[in-house]
């Protein structure tokens, strides 16, 4: 890429603007984008020249981009569901590991003694959150900051769990997918039909 200042409030507004349009990009599952074909018809729209390729072809091109990115996006889920039976099939059999009937999994990490929240109040936790490989895809640990909600306004694992653990305790909960964000995921991070994996440690009820 070549050399550009980003001295003038214009240059630095013009590259906010095109940092925008790429993360935007990034994260739209379309593979093969090439960066000078987007500069090109960029700077065709802005200077108000005609496109260098007929409307119809270019709709024809996004059309099977799209359709491309919705069978990786489909075939990938497909991956991730079967990932997460074959992890919680074989983590239910771990002694140390309880199966609830709705499918949640929970290790206790650290028994506390304190009050078990009911499903009308907010609680205060630390938690951890990474995918069946390890992935980490959130924590509050990390940041240094603990969490706030209210216990049902959480994904439906952790609102079973919530009610389940006395203050002070520190659980690993196994979730199904069903019981975290199912089909729609959760942005780049999590894929649909991903079973997750939480730390949780319930700090205080508020």
Do not use: C
């Given at each position: 890429?070549?050399?550009v200042?980003?001295?003038?409030?214009?240059?630095k507004?013009?590259?906010?603007?095109?940092l925008?349009?790429?993360?935007?990009?990034?994260g739209?599952?379309?593979?093969?984008?090439?960066?000078?074909?987007?500069?090109?018809?960029?700077?065709?729209?802005?200077?108000?020249?005609?496109?260098?390729?007929?409307?119809?072809?270019?709709?024809?091109a996004?059309?099977?981009?799209?359709?491309?990115?919705?069978?990786?996006?489909?075939?990938?889920?497909?991956?991730?569901?079967?990932?997460?039976?074959?992890f919680?099939?074989?983590?239910?059999?771990?002694?140390?590991?309880?199966?609830?009937?709705?499918g949640?999994?929970?290790?206790?990490?650290?028994?506390?003694n304190?009050?078990?929240?009911?499903?009308?109040?907010?609680?205060?936790?630390?938690?951890?959150?990474?995918?069946?490989?390890?992935?980490v895809?959130?924590?509050?640990?990390?940041?240094?900051?603990?969490?706030?909600?209210?216990?049902t306004?959480?994904?439906?694992?952790?609102?079973?769990?919530?009610?389940?653990?006395?203050?002070?305790?520190?659980?690993?909960?196994?979730?199904?997918?069903?019981?975290?964000?199912?089909e729609?995921?959760?942005?780049?991070?999590?894929?649909?039909?991903?079973?997750?994996?939480?730390e949780?440690?319930?700090l205080?009820?508020?």
């Amino acid at each position: 890429m070549s050399e550009v200042k980003f001295e003038t409030v214009e240059q630095k507004a013009s590259y906010g603007i095109g940092l925008q349009m790429g993360q935007q990009l990034a994260g739209s599952g379309l593979e093969g984008l090439n960066v000078d074909a987007i500069a090109a018809g960029i700077a065709t729209a802005l200077v108000g020249e005609m496109p260098a390729i007929e409307i119809d072809d270019i709709n024809q091109a996004l059309q099977e981009m799209h359709t491309r990115a919705e069978a990786a996006r489909q075939e990938a889920a497909k991956a991730a569901a079967a990932d997460g039976e074959a992890f919680l099939k074989d983590n239910a059999l771990r002694s140390e590991v309880t199966v609830l009937e709705s499918g949640l999994q929970y290790e206790v990490l650290t028994e506390g003694n304190g009050e078990i929240p009911t499903a009308d109040k907010q609680v205060r936790v630390h938690y951890h959150g990474e995918l069946t490989d390890g992935t980490v895809f959130d924590s509050s640990v990390s940041r240094g900051q603990p969490a706030e909600f209210p216990v049902t306004g959480v994904i439906k694992g952790w609102v079973e769990a919530l009610q389940l653990m006395p203050v002070g305790s520190k659980w690993k909960l196994y979730i199904p997918q069903d019981l975290a964000y199912g089909e729609r995921g959760a942005g780049a991070a999590i894929p649909p039909f991903a079973a997750l994996v939480f730390e949780v440690e319930l700090l205080d009820i508020l």
